[in-house]
Antibody
Framework: EVQLVESGGGLVQPGGSLRLSCAVS????????MYWVRQVPGKGLVWVSR????????NYADSVKGRFTISRDNARSTLYLQMDSLRSDDTALYYC???????????WGQGTLVTVSS | QSVLTQPPSVSAAPGQGVTISCSGG????????MSWYQQLPGTAPKLLIY???KRPSGIPDRFSASKSGTSATLGITGLQTGDEADYYC???????????FGGGTKLTVL
């Protein structure tokens, strides 16, 4: 059974930092490109970042470039998102997903909620 | 405001069919594969269509999709109340090197 389990969300003050984790099982993580996608409750999906299977290639949405860092530990089958200089508009539910074929995200976690507020 | 444009809402009666459009440009839809997602209330998105028109295992053939130029369309036939959800298109943008989702379309089965 495929499982993607996000953790690390919570309440943080503006300007603060959080590190999200996504623990993967049920498919070969080390061969898979991975995404982070976020969604403000009641709003649409917004792509955040992508990382290649070996971690050598990363891409970011303009809104998070320079503030967020995607990384992975293939030995632990875990994806990360380091979020620094957080702003109120980063408040959202953050999903990890597998970048399968043609960019399609086939497996998704249930999300972890990040709230940026003073 | 999304680069990929979807209608905010569509509706149809049970048993009927509906189409959802997604309009973009040459650097995204025009030059990359499309995918479509269904998000039921309170749940994570689910992949419905990949590589423009292919259905993952387990997705019924009531769901179909096509792409032409810089536009794509998702079709759903034999609507059921359980199809009420938000639907999103998505594709890579080769110029910006980002993945992008449409703004989403809320399907109501009346």
């Amino acid at each position: 059974e495929v499982q993607l389990v996000e953790s690390g969300g919570g309440l943080v003050q503006p300007g603060g930092s959080l590190r999200l984790s996504c623990a993967v099982s049920g498919f070969t993580f080390s061969s898979s490109w991975m995404y982070w996608v976020r969604q403000v409750p009641g709003k649409g999906l917004v792509w955040v970042s992508r990382i290649s299977s070996d971690g050598s290639v990363t891409n970011y949405a303009d809104s998070v470039k320079g503030r967020f860092t995607i990384s992975r530990d293939n030995a632990r089958s875990t994806l990360y998102l380091q979020m620094d200089s957080l702003r109120s508009d980063d408040t959202a539910l953050y999903y990890c997903a597998r970048d399968w074929t043609g960019g399609a995200a086939d497996y998704w976690g249930q999300g972890t909620l990040v709230t940026v507020s003073s | 405001q999304s680069v990929l444009t979807q209608p905010p809402s569509v509706s149809a009666a049970p048993g009927q069919g509906v189409t959802i459009s997604c309009s973009g440009g040459g650097s995204n839809i025009g030059n990359n594969y499309m995918s479509w997602y269904q998000q039921l209330p309170g749940t994570a998105p689910k992949l419905l269509i990949y590589d423009n028109d292919k259905r993952p295992s387990g997705i019924p053939d009531r769901f179909s999709a096509s792409k032409s130029g810089t536009s794509a369309t998702l079709g759903i036939t034999g609507l059921q109340t359980g199809d009420e959800a938000d639907y999103y298109c998505g594709t890579w943008d080769s110029t910006l090197s980002v993945f992008m989702f449409g703004g989403g379309t809320k399907l109501t089965v009346l």
